[in-house]
């Protein structure tokens, strides 16, 4: 299938204002496969075709979310998403503990949207214990939250395989990690004691009122399976669960300023973070 | 990464015009949609920015919010920026300086003034 | 059981928590009256948080009801009430269209521009019968729009009018849009008008240089050819995606087997220059579907693992062309390329050299 420039960038373009998440160029390639999918399966010839569909016959949206959902990779492993991480632990964090601290405030709570299977906030739950000075001193909560139950359930149990721990530093894999057999590996109950997991419906109107006072919200990946209105509701929602200060984290092609213009944005590490 | 010129419009043919207008004369340009989108790719840059023009009625974040924004920021506070708006009164003008751009151009765009314009602020 | 009056004081409230769920339980709740309240809050809320919840509440309300009530916040001297009014009223739906009808008889220019801004998000069947109506705006900003809008919109009816406008204004920024919108919807007459406009590449002054370009990508003609290979040398810099996307457009309108050998030269120069990676990787993909013999030495040139999108190029160029003598050399390529990407680019260009020589 030819995909010239143009239209790669026309299609792109429309991701991007609709949903916020952005592909470099270099993603040519990756995204002219699973469009050929889409279109095969709708019986499009031409892109140009395809992209008017989406543009003017596609009202409801659905042949865009189909799209979407073969663009967006949705595995999860821990410390997925380095870099972001790194901003989180060196920058973040220690303005937050700063301000704690100056106001004689001795806890921090993180709240994980969209939680899966436990990686991301058990990497949470280490990069904490790792980062915080005097630990113990501190009280940590770290709040996961998924719709599946049955996810939950794994992430409760807190045991991996190779694919999921196969970026922890190898300190860390030795520090917090058990084998209970070949292949698996079991995170510490040092960890899994900082981390509270939950079923919750995001789209549930009345589900997050009640949380509050949190300094960090992980929200990676998630948004780009609702739609318009409700991934705005959901981000006001954690505008206002977080303290004035705190910081929300999407996936880092995901573009926060298309949902909410609320938030304060800055660069820290040469990274683009939201606060309230 | 060299400096750039930030136009913002939610207008397409807009942003190209202007676009064109600024290449013919050797300059570098980012654009975006909206203020929103404006801030986002300010923030995604390390900074080398040369000038912004920017439109007031945009979607999600209008011009005067978005200059107020960059203003209240140490590291744009000296930025350059320029409005090139379809709003002609004078109360909007007002607004436009009091939000803390450097100027006000009223579309559709003569692009010898904008260049001049764009040469004087510049310094060149 | 619901409190409306406590809802109400909620909706005041010195906390933006408080306010911005009270706005929501409001509108849940179907408070009577809510759309008006949400509507008296948002002209006095300070926090842009609330303001947004409030804006994002009133989106999903749909009817006669909304749109009354929203229409004259259009007017009002803040911004953000105003674009918000404006984003309200895209997600409407059809009837919404009747109101927009109106405004754009409103003496206020901007109000008409907003009714345009409306109407193409709206995009139904009738949307574009009103907004080429403003194509009698005697605001020269509301017929540019209406002319961008129609080119987005695709709409053929009104190629006349517009080929008119191309020729009789002397705005270059009409012209320029003119020439865009054409692009899409333009047709024989078009090409004539604008083939005399722009009799020598000279005579197009720079600005209009991109927009013909624009047209060209999607109108031209191979007569066009010589004119893009002068602009390719002298701005080819400066318009890449401009120029590349006109010489697609040209060679898929005139199907040969070969680049004519002006052109191929042009190119081989051109892709020798400084621009961007992506737009190499272009090239040498268009050039995968031409016969001339110097294109398969150009795309061997070219598999340079380092350098892995324009390799890709090559290599889904060469899969192209055709020449099974690429094969070895592809086969040794893809141990070295460590970008899965292009591993998977190579592989495919075997395969298909494979099949070829079955």
């Keep these: 299938m030819e995909l010239p420039l143009e239209y790669f960038i026309k299609l792109r373009n429309l991701i991007y204002e609709r949903t916020g998440i952005s592909y470099e160029e270099n993603k040519i390639y990756y995204i002219k496969k699973r469009l050929q999918q889409r279109m095969d399966a709708g019986g499009f010839d031409k892109v140009e075709d395809y992209i008017r569909h989406l543009k003017i016959f596609d009202p409801q949206g659905r042949e865009f979310q189909e799209l979407m959902n073969l663009l967006t990779v949705n595995e999860t492993y821990f410390f997925r998403e380095f870099s972001q991480l790194q901003v989180f632990a060196e920058s973040c964090l220690e303005e937050i503990t700063r301000e704690k601290l100056a106001a004689g405030i001795r806890n921090i709570k993180v709240f994980c949207a969209g939680c899966s299977t436990g990686e991301e906030p058990y990497t949470l739950g280490i990069i904490l214990r790792e980062m915080l000075e005097n630990f113990s001193a501190w009280r940590v909560l770290i709040k996961a939250v998924d719709i599946d139950e049955n996810v939950l359930g794994a992430a409760r149990r807190g045991v991996y395989d190779q694919r999921a721990i196969k970026d922890v530093p190898q300190a860390y894999l030795r520090e917090y990690f058990t084998t209970p057999s070949v292949g698996e590996y079991a995170i510490n109950p040092n960890i899994k004691d900082m981390v509270v997991f939950e079923h919750l419906n995001l789209m549930d109107r009345k589900a997050l009122r009640y949380e509050e006072d949190y300094d960090f919200v992980f929200c990676r990946n998630v948004l780009i399976y609702f739609d318009d209105v409700s991934r705005k509701q959901v981000v006001d929602k954690f505008y206002g669960m977080l303290r004035k200060g705190g910081f929300i984290f999407l996936g880092h092609a995901e573009s926060l300023s298309r949902i909410s213009t609320a938030f304060r944005i800055r660069r820290l590490n040469e990274q683009i973070v939201y606060q309230r | 990464m060299g400096e750039k010129v930030l136009i913002v419009d939610d207008s397409e043919m807009i942003r190209n015009f202007h676009s064109y207008i600024l290449k013919s004369i050797g300059l570098e340009i980012v654009t975006a949609l909206d203020g929103a989108d404006a801030l986002e790719k300010i923030y995604s840059s390390d900074g080398n920015l040369l000038i912004c023009l920017t439109d007031i009625n945009m979607p999600n974040m209008d011009g005067y919010t978005l200059i107020e924004r960059l203003r209240e920021d140490p590291q744009y506070e000296d930025l350059p920026i320029i409005i090139i708006s379809t709003e002609d009164e004078l109360q909007d003008k007002q607004r436009g300086f009091e939000a803390g751009a450097n100027l006000y151009i009223v579309k559709p765009t003569d692009p010898d003034e904008l260049v001049e314009n764009i040469r004087m602020l510049l310094g060149k | ?358």
């Design chain 3, 1 to 358: 059981m619901i409190n409306i009056d406590e809802l109400v004081s909620d909706l005041n409230n010195g906390d933006e928590k408080t306010r911005a769920f009270a706005a929501e339980d409001i509108i849940f709740d179907k408070i009577p009256g809510g759309v008006q309240l949400l509507i008296g809050r948002l002209m006095i809320e300070t926090s842009r948080y609330v303001r947004e919840v409030i804006v994002n509440c009133l989106k999903g309300i749909k009817g006669r009801d909304v749109v009354e009530k929203i229409i004259p916040l259009l007017s009002s001297d803040d911004a953000f009430i105003r674009n918000a009014s404006i984003e309200i009223l895209s997600t409407q739906g059809e009837f919404a269209t009747e109101f927009m009808r109106k405004l754009l008889g409103d003496p206020d220019k901007d109000i008409r521009k907003f009714a345009l801004d409306i109407l193409f998000q709206l995009k139904n069947l009738n949307t574009a019968e009103l907004i080429a109506e403003a194509l009698n705006d005697p605001d020269i900003n509301n017929l540019i729009t209406a002319v961008e809008y129609l080119g987005h919109m695709e709409d053929t009816s009104y190629t006349y009018r517009i080929n008119q406008l191309f020729i009789n204004t002397d705005n270059i920024l009409l012209r320029c849009t003119c020439l865009e919108t054409l692009a899409q919807i333009g047709d024989e007459e078009s090409v004539r008008y604008i083939n005399k406009m722009y009799p020598r590449y000279e005579e197009t002054s720079f600005l209009e240089q991109y927009s013909f370009l624009k047209f060209v990508a999607r109108k031209g003609a191979d007569i066009h050819l010589p004119l893009i290979t002068v602009l390719m040398e002298e701005k080819g810099q400066v318009m890449p995606k401009e120029i590349i996307n006109a010489i697609e457009g040209i060679l898929a309108r005139y199907p040969q087997e070969e680049v004519p050998s002006e052109l191929l030269q042009a190119l081989d120069a051109y892709l020798r220059t400084d621009i961007d990676a992506i737009n190499k990787y272009e090239l040498l993909v268009l050039l995968g579907r031409y016969r001339n013999q110097e294109i398969y030495r150009l795309l061997i040139k070219y598999l340079e693992p380092d350098q892995p999108l324009i390799c890709m190029g090559a290599a889904e160029g060469l899969g192209l062309y055709g020449n099974p003598e690429a094969l070895p050399i592809l086969v040794q390529l893809k141990e070295k390329a460590g970008d899965p990407d292009l591993a998977e680019t190579i592989e495919r260009s075997i395969s298909k050299l494979k099949q070829q020589m079955e």
